[in-house]
């Protein structure tokens, strides 16, 4: 590209000098507004702000959730404070769990969504969020962290003002030719056998479950309801078995799955909105229960 | 190693320093090899053996190509020269097209061929065999017709020989060199030499275009993808299209601009490789705007040797074809680039016709200008559609999605960032056309330039994307 348009003498020093003006006053701007943000550029990013806002929290939470895109649908505000959700859209949970060992943070519980557990590890973000030195210095400078981007801000405030309301969510019906279309192909996949290197991602679950066992947190292993005929597929049921044989000397606990006739999904194994929140509220409740019986209580039997 | 990256900062630093250095002073292309077998050799050290192995085939051959008294012999190792350099392309780059082509009539079992199938591709084949190629034929011509000064002593010309062929800045994507620009490059380099404000310049711009769009972009154009296409409404799809074609922009200008910034800094001048390609009336003028080292190649040492436009229209015509068809193909070993290739060759085979039969306004007016820029921009943007999607088929079943998918939701959030991050690539061209016509605004925008560098600073800072690699990386 051409640069000779700009030509101005000593653009250079009035160039950095600018730049640390807007810099510091952005920087100052985040410290003492601390805008609330909810609304991010794409799903990658919101990642990243998830993981962000769990690294640099000053008090870890008792219990964490970690998981894909399905349990990325659970609604954070059903679980107040002392439950996080570290799940990743695109992502697993092996991602988080790698994430929870690499913040050196070993918490009471660790819930362990299964639907897509033999997707690999994110191993680019873990490396970008603990790069040496930066990490630390995204602590203490909040506007070099993905949540407080511009345009996360600027996305924050249109939807306060312009977003659907929540009763308009909760009314949000799933569109029938994606959704048919959607099903189709993840039947399809589902209908195929485990294939070898995904083996090696549950190799890899193993050694994290047994990590954070050893260390005596509590493992519970649940899964997102999902439109039935998935959940009857050959390839759902495979991976049941393969992870019951795997932790069957091991105190764990396991979720009851429900059938996924009373949840609804937008393509077949995506929870829409109501039925987020309504599922949210179970394995809060399910988490209570085992936390308040000492890890012995029984799980909240799902609809 | 990527130039977003930490381990490439800390190279650079490292590099500058010791390159300036008195004790290297008189080693400083030799540095700068070590450094660029570094670079190269980062993550995947094997490759190191084709780039050394292809720089001094290439040293031996040009040498020779240079020193032979006699015309048959250097026509002959000229010619040995570039089948070498286009034999190492079709082995490490073609072998991809065997698979599902002629393997289907070979047994499964046949181990050989899925071995040489599955060679992976060595990233920047594609750039420097041919500036190796571009060093054999500039020493083939007539020695007065080049400014090439080769050394007599083997060893130095070998040493100016790997370092043309490596040089880091530019090694994996470009812009590719020619030799009779960059040989005579070749000296002593002292600090007071730099030229700060190019340097400053062109990594600022370059980090934006690369970390703040491309990389912005290329997380709403992901669901360009198959199947998620599919379920996406029209106006999305056209609009992520549109994104696709001002990240693929940014993503390869502002790795352009980087390898510049760098080659700068150590006193290394690489040529332009974009001039505002986005503002170009004809299919012509967007070639000679975009990619320029790659059309310029193309055009020295393909097209002018097939004989140009000096046989006719209709071997014009055939000659435009074929130079742009071989040149899609250069990009990967997938038909779809091919089909690439066709598609702008054709354009400008038709574009030429129509220009010569009919009466050309020489200079259009405002209006008519707009119209051929907003043509010729979508005639491209349509064209990237198969660098995206490298499976025709996919690429087809897009175009029907944009016809059928009307009734859909659109996905305000993609079409939002879709505009918020192009737009600065739209002001940028536009603010170039400001410029070329005199308009006053101009004077008030340049006197103040340093606020549009310091905003883009301030920018690679707090808004730069998921680091991801270069597109052009691939080729």
Redesign the interface.
């Known amino acids: 590209m051409n640069l000779s348009i700009f030509s101005s003498d000593k653009y250079i020093v009035k160039s950095l000098l600018l730049f640390l003006i807007v810099f510091v006053a952005y920087s100052s701007m985040l410290k003492i507004v601390k805008p609330k943000v909810t609304m991010f550029q794409n799903q990658w990013v919101k990642n990243y702000s998830i993981s962000e806002v769990y690294i640099y929290k000053p008090v870890l939470p008792h219990t964490v959730i970690v998981g894909s895109s399905m349990s990325a649908r659970l609604l954070q505000e059903e679980f107040g404070n002392d439950v996080y959700n570290l799940s990743f859209a695109g992502g697993s949970a092996l991602t988080g769990l790698n994430l929870v060992k690499k913040r050196n943070h070993i918490p009471e519980l660790l819930l362990i969504e299964t639907n897509t557990i033999e997707r690999s590890t994110n191993n680019e973000m873990l490396r970008a969020l603990f790069t040496p030195f930066i990490w630390r210095l995204k602590k203490h400078i909040i506007s070099l962290q993905y949540t407080y981007q511009p345009i996360n801000i600027m996305l924050s405030v249109i939807k306060r003002n312009f977003g659907g309301s929540e009763a308009e969510k909760a009314d949000e019906k799933p569109n029938s030719k994606i959704l048919k279309s959607s099903l189709v192909r993840r039947l399809e996949k589902n209908s195929k056998a485990i294939i070898f290197n995904e083996w090696q991602e549950l190799t890899e679950l193993k050694k994290l479950v047994d990590f954070f066992y050893s260390k005596g947190t509590h493992i519970v292993f649940f899964q997102i309801p999902v439109h039935p005929k998935i959940l009857a597929s050959k390839r759902y049921s495979a991976r049941q078995k393969i992870l019951h044989d795997m932790f069957a000397g091991m105190e764990v606990s396991w979720l009851l799955t429900p059938s996924g006739n009373s949840y609804e999904t937008s393509d077949g194994v995506h929870l829409l909105f109501k039925s987020a929140r309504e599922f949210s509220k179970v394995l809060y409740a399910s988490i209570k229960n085992i936390l308040e019986n000492n890890f012995k209580g029984t799980i909240i039997e799902p609809r | 190693m990527l130039f977003n990256s930490?381990p490439f900062l800390l190279l650079v630093i490292i590099t500058f320093f010791i390159y300036y250095s008195r004790p290297f002073e008189r080693h400083q292309v030799l540095v700068l090899i070590i450094s660029s077998l570094i670079f190269y050799g980062y993550t995947q050290p094997y490759l190191l053996i084709l780039l050394c192995l292809s720089a001094s085939i290439n040293a031996v051959t040009s040498y020779a190509v240079c020193f032979e008294k006699t015309e048959k012999r250097r026509k002959l190792l000229a010619i040995s020269g570039v089948t070498f350099n286009l034999l190492i392309l079709a082995f490490f780059k073609y072998n991809r097209l065997l698979d599902g082509m002629a393997v289907k009539t070979i047994s499964e079992t046949d181990n050989l061929l899925h071995l040489i199938i599955n060679i992976p591709l060595p990233v920047g084949i594609s750039f420097y065999t041919f500036q190796g190629i571009s060093l054999v034929m500039d020493l083939y011509k007539p020695a007065k017709t080049y400014n090439i000064d080769i050394d007599r002593d083997f060893l130095r010309h070998y040493k100016k020989t790997f370092f043309f062929i490596t040089f880091f800045p530019q090694l994996v994507a470009g812009p590719i060199l020619k030799a009779h620009a960059f040989f005579p490059q070749i000296s002593r380099k002292y600090l007071k030499n730099i030229d700060?404000?190019?340097v400053?310049?062109?990594l600022?711009?370059g980090y934006f275009?690369k970390s703040v769009i491309a990389d912005?972009l290329k997380?709403?154009t992901?669901w360009i993808t198959h199947?998620y296409f599919?379920?996406q409404s029209s106006l999305t799809l056209v609009t992520m299209l549109f994104g696709y074609s001002v990240q693929i922009f940014a993503d390869f200008?502002g790795y352009?601009?980087i390898a510049i910034g760098v080659a700068a800094i150590f006193g290394y001048n690489l040529p332009?490789?974009?001039?505002?390609p986005y503002i170009s009336g004809t299919i012509a003028e967007f070639w000679s705007r975009w990619h320029i080292s790659l059309s310029s190649w193309l055009k020295e040492y393909l097209y002018i040797r097939l004989g140009g436009n000096r046989k006719g229209n209709i071997r014009t015509y055939a000659n435009l074809i074929t130079v742009m068809f071989l040149g899609g193909l250069w990009h990967g070993a997938a038909m779809s680039y091919g089909v690439w290739g066709l598609w702008h060759g054709i354009g400008l085979a038709i574009e030429r016709f129509l220009l010569k039969h009919k009466r050309h306004n020489l200079h259009p007016g405002t209006s008519l200008r707009f119209l051929r820029i907003t043509f010729v921009f979508t005639f491209v943007t349509f064209g990237w559609l198969l660098f995206k999607l490298t499976n025709i088929n996919e690429a087809v079943n897009y175009i029907i999605a944009i016809k059928k998918n009307t009734g859909?939701?659109n996905n305000f959030?993609v079409i939002?960032?879709v505009i918020?991050y192009s737009l600065p690539v739209f002001l940028?061209h536009v603010?170039?056309l400001i410029?070329k016509n005199d308009f006053k605004i101009a004077e008030v925008i340049?006197?103040?330039?340093?606020?549009?560098?310091?905003?883009m600073?301030?920018?690679i800072?707090?808004?730069g994307?998921?680091?991801g690699e270069f597109v052009y990386f691939q080729f």
């Open positions: 930490y700060t404000g190019l400053f310049k062109a600022v711009m275009l912005n997380d709403q992901f199947p599919e379920t200008a352009s601009l332009q490789n974009f001039n505002y859909l939701t959030s939002l960032n918020f940028y603010i170039y410029k340049f006197r103040h330039d340093y606020a549009v560098y310091s905003v600073f301030v920018m800072l707090i808004n994307g998921i680091p």
